[in-house]
């Protein structure tokens, strides 16, 4: 099974801020790497695919980047809506696994 | 738009049987892969099961593998998770969740319902 890695596990930042937030594979997944926030008490929601591809509708604010093992999520400015929680998960092989989660909070 | 409405979530027993359903709408159902992911209280997103458009391949987690079945029936828009031997560890919101529009269950997961509560106690 492939293992997914995220971290931090918890940040703290401020409307505004650039955050990034990265995700670590255990093999390879060339770029078979998406990108979802979860707001408390809501359903995931896709902000990237394919390590880099912005799901439509998704503010440009939102970027990734990578491939093989190390991946990354930036949030150019950082907007009230975004304090949320934050999976990576690869679309590779069975069966699909998710980072642990990245909890953005207000500081 | 897009809509996925889970439903047969509840209170169960410990050994007991469950059956979840989603209805989909707003997109070309029979085209898509279909999965099941959950997520027990506090915890984070754990991949339950996949099923391609055709429902003839199917995968499940480890976890679950024995006990559960995903079956989709494509002119009722419906995916269905039959779950047996339930156990305390099995608690969680389960959502019904649209993959990518391939042919295999390994996807990306589009779209999100709003996810079935399943609680096993006694």
């Known amino acids: 099974d492939i293992q997914m890695t995220q971290s931090p596990s918890s940040l703290s930042a401020s409307v505004g801020d650039r955050v990034t937030i990265t995700c670590r594979a255990s093999q390879s997944i060339r770029t078979s790497l998406n990108w979802y926030r979860q707001k408390s008490g809501k359903a995931p929601k896709l902000l990237i695919f394919?390590?880099?591809n912005l799901q439509s509708g998704v503010p440009s604010r939102f970027s990734g980047s990578g491939s093989g093992t190390d991946f990354t999520l930036t949030i150019s400015s950082l907007q009230p809506e975004d304090f949320a929680t934050y999976y990576c998960?690869?679309?590779?092989?069975?069966?699909?696994?998710f980072g642990g989660g990245t909890k953005v909070e207000i500081k | 738009e897009v809509e996925l409405v889970e439903s047969g979530g509840g209170l169960i027993q410990p050994g007991r049987s469950l059956r979840l359903s989603c209805v989909a709408s707003?997109?070309?159902?029979?085209?898509?892969?279909m999965h099941w992911v959950r997520q027990a209280p506090g915890k984070g997103l754990e991949w339950v099961s996949g099923i391609s458009w055709t429902g003839g391949i199917t995968a499940y987690a480890d976890s679950v593998r024995g006990r559960f079945t995903i079956s989709r029936d494509n002119a009722k828009n419906s995916l269905y998770l039959q779950m047996n031997s339930l156990r305390a560890e099995d608690t969680a919101l389960y959502f019904c969740v649209k993959g990518s529009r391939v042919t295999t269950v390994v996807t990306r997961f589009d779209f999100w319902g709003q996810g079935a509560p399943v609680t096993v106690s006694s």
């Open positions: 707003g997109f070309s159902f029979p085209d898509n892969a």
């Open positions: 394919g390590a880099s």
């Open positions: 998960q690869q679309s590779s092989s069975t069966p699909l696994t």
